[in-house]
């Protein structure tokens, strides 16, 4: 199947707080032809994009032919959050929106196609925390759930580092960099950047290579996304507004999967909500990723993260 970029027309969606839009909801789809296979929604992450497979994408190593979500036995797909830039689409008033709203749109986007159940719901980062607010509004959307470096609510530890991110994103001068630096080291652990860089210095520049990294992450990002985009979504992860009484009524087979040095999503945060939903008796399991590579563990310890999901798809 061609992984063209595809659109569906919501027209007149009112957001929680009454506002109403027109949105041209995109999406990619991957391996089986639509309804002739179980559905798995991958919902991607913070810069992410629809792109999940194939040469350009940000989940190969995990979905493709004979990888552990197999595009030979499943329907792929995976619905760009709208605004994020990928389909020329943005949205200028970015406090209309919470986390809540964009799981609805993608709950009618999946209306629109005819997918009333999904084998499986996974996400990363904010991607699973809008996969809980998906299945807090419909509860048995899905067979398994699997977020993955994520939870279902805004701590205010992580609010905390999005305000930071909303100071630099307002700055006058190179804002979407400045807030990129920063992110990153919250995606990542001074474990990591210590022994990666080692104090080594750019001798043509005489700057260390670990800001030699920043800075490269920073432009790199000015060059692929908008700050209308990083604006948006960093307004959703400040605004991810999940209950613990909302979880119980989830009737999905729910894997937790952290990692043991996410500075983000920190995994004792994620064992509570195990525990919690443990205590209500929830079919409910935890996973735990070791890196010292933190948040972003979830998209370089692929061989960890292969191993946590290959049982759970193999069933």
């Keep these: 199947m061609k992984n063209e970029l595809l659109h569906i027309n ?19 789809l991957f ?10 929604l991958i919902n991607h992450a913070l810069t992410g994009n629809s792109d999940v497979t194939g040469k350009n994408g940000w989940w190969q190593t995990l979905v493709g032919e004979g990888k552990v979500i197999d595009t030979n036995r499943f329907t792929i797909i995976c619905f760009n959050i709208p605004g994020n830039g990928f389909d020329g689409f943005f949205i200028d008033k970015y406090t209309d929106f919470t986390a ?11 209306k629109s196609l005819k997918i009333n159940k999904l084998f499986a719901l996974v996400g990363g980062s904010v991607g ?8 807090v509004s419909a509860n048995d959307l899905a067979e398994k759930f699997i977020p993955i470096a994520t939870d279902f609510k805004t701590s205010d530890w992580l609010h905390s580092q999005c305000l930071v991110q909303k100071f630099l994103l307002d700055s006058p001068e190179k804002p979407l960099e400045k807030a990129r630096i920063h992110a990153m080291l919250c995606y990542r652990t001074p474990e990591s950047l210590n022994v990666r860089f080692n104090r080594e210095v750019v001798a043509e520049k005489q700057i260390l290579k670990s800001h030699d990294w920043l800075n490269f992450h920073g432009n790199r990002l000015n060059e692929r996304f908008s700050l209308k985009a990083y604006k948006l979504v960093n307004h959703l992860l400040m605004n991810i507004s999940g209950k613990e009484n909302e979880l119980e009524n989830i009737n999905a087979e729910i894997h937790l999967v952290s990692v043991d040095s996410d500075l983000f999503y920190p995994a004792f945060e994620i064992k509570n909500t195990y525990q919690f939903l443990q205590n209500k008796n929830k079919n409910v399991q935890y996973h735990e990723i070791n890196s010292i590579h933190g948040h972003d563990a979830f998209l370089m310890e692929y061989e960890q993260l292969n191993a946590i999901l290959k049982p759970i798809f193999n069933k």
């Design 31 to 40: 391996g089986q032809p639509l309804h002739t296979a179980p559905v798995i």
């Design 128 to 135: 699973g925390s809008i996969g809980w607010e998906m299945l």
């Design 10 to 28: 919501l027209n007149q969606f009112k957001t929680k707080n009454g506002k109403v839009y027109n949105i041209p909801l995109s999406y990619q």
């Design 100 to 110: 809540h709203d964009i799981a609805e749109v993608f709950i009618k986007g999946l």
